[in-house]
C-alpha cells in the first residue's frame, strides 16, 4: 500500500513538473517576444533619431556654405586664422 502511495506522489509530480515546464515555455516565449518587439522599437527610434541627425546636418552644411557664398572674404580670413591656429599647434608638438 506504500508502494501505490509513492506512486501516486511520484505520478502527481510528474504532473506538476510537466505544467511547470511549459509554464516555462510560454514565459520565455513570451519574454523573447517582448525582447523583439522592443529591439524593433529601439531599432526604429534609432533610425529616425540618425534621419533627423542627417537632416540637420545638410541645414547646417547649406548655412555654412551660404555664408561663404555671402561673404567670401570673411569666410577666407576665419579659413587662414584657422589654418595658422592648426599650423601653430601642430608646430608646437
Not at 17 to 23: E, P, Q
Not at 29 to 48: N, S, T, V, Y
Not at 62 to 71: M, R, S
Amino acid at each position: 500500500m506504500a508502494d501505490k502511495s509513492y506512486e501516486a506522489e511520484i505520478a502527481a509530480l510528474q504532473k506538476d513538473l510537466g505544467a511547470l515546464k511549459a509554464d516555462v515555455a510560454r514565459l520565455v516565449a513570451a519574454f523573447g517576444d517582448d525582447i523583439e518587439a522592443r529591439g524593433a522599437e529601439l531599432k526604429e527610434q534609432a533610425q529616425r533619431r540618425l534621419d533627423e541627425a542627417r537632416q540637420r546636418s545638410r541645414q547646417a552644411f547649406e548655412q555654412v556654405e551660404e555664408a561663404v557664398e555671402d561673404n567670401p572674404l570673411a569666410a577666407l580670413a576665419i579659413a587662414v586664422g584657422l589654418g595658422f591656429l592648426v599650423g601653430a599647434l601642430l608646430g608646437r608638438r
